[in-house]
């Protein structure tokens, strides 16, 4: 008992305890949800510079815009832009260019109106620098391709001579580099071409540094659209078998909503921030 009747606290020290319970909590808040989070990723979505603050994409925020990316292609005046697109890709690869320039325009027209549905065909600008930037991602895996040809081209190892050696070589390079090509495509042209659509500056496409670390900052996002692209051309290619409809219209449905989910990183990479605020969170 302490003086006027006060009593003594049970505990030796109670108000270094609730310090140190103070402590234990300091790297704990709540974000606008509800969530909890870590005073290292507020940090981390501080702006750099002393800018203005830019919040980290979540993969919730985009859940339902990529599930509707799905539905996208058969949206608003769906019928012209399908019925020409259809006869694009039959034409491939002579249509290749003009294919990418309207992958570009649905990529814009998906950011800016997501409810109209795919934009009407015309021979979009762009398409050309697209061309050129999966040129210079694919060039490097080519080279290794031939070498690896080179390498197993072995006929006692495949059991075969003459041409079906050299179909069995190159298949087998195409194999072993086919996913490693994927993952850098991937990673690095989504956000590459939000940029190039949202700006249409050639020098956004190939800025690939910035697209690494618009991945490292939106990784939840990004990992959001990859799987909707992929799941897109699954469905594309297995069109052909499943319902019965051939690969044409499918590749050209997988394009469209390729565009549409890659528009979804565009809205958040591209907030019209001003030059030089893209750098990596610390």
């Known amino acids: ?31 606008s949800d509800g969530h909890r989070l870590t005073a290292a990723r507020v940090r981390a979505q501080r702006s750099p510079r002393g800018g203005a603050y830019v919040p980290r994409a979540r993969a919730g925020k985009n859940l339902n815009r990529i599930a509707e990316s799905f539905g996208w292609p058969f949206h608003g005046r769906w019928r012209q832009p399908w019925l020409i697109g259809v006869v694009a890709i039959l034409f491939l690869p002579l249509t290749f260019v003009p294919v990418l320039g309207y992958a570009v325009a649905a990529v814009r027209a998906a950011g800016e109106q997501p409810g109209h549905g795919p934009p009407p065909w015309r021979l979009y600008p762009g398409g050309h620098w697209v061309a050129l930037a999966l040129l210079l991602l694919t060039a490097p895996f080519v080279l290794v391709g031939i070498y690896i040809s080179n390498a197993v081209h072995i006929a006692a190892f495949w059991q075969s001579n003459g041409t079906l050696l050299d179909v069995e070589s190159f298949i087998a390079a195409v194999l072993i580099l086919a996913l490693p090509w994927g993952v850098v495509v991937l990673l690095l042209m989504p956000h590459a071409t939000a940029r190039y659509a949202a700006t249409q500056r050639a020098r956004d496409l190939f800025d690939f540094a910035s697209s690494l670390r618009s991945v490292r900052r939106d990784f939840a996002a990004c990992n959001v659209t990859i799987a909707a692209i992929v799941t897109a051309w699954a469905i594309g290619l297995a069109c052909a078998a499943l319902f019965c409809v051939g690969v044409v219209p499918g590749v050209f449905y997988a394009i469209l909503v390729s565009a549409n989910a890659t528009a979804a990183l565009s809205t958040k990479s591209s907030e019209r921030r001003p030059e030089g605020t893209d750098q990596p969170a610390r």
């Open 1 to 31: 008992m302490l003086h006027r009747g006060r009593r003594r606290h049970k505990r030796p020290h109670p108000r270094l305890e609730g310090a140190a319970a103070a402590l234990r909590q300091r790297d704990r808040v709540l974000d």
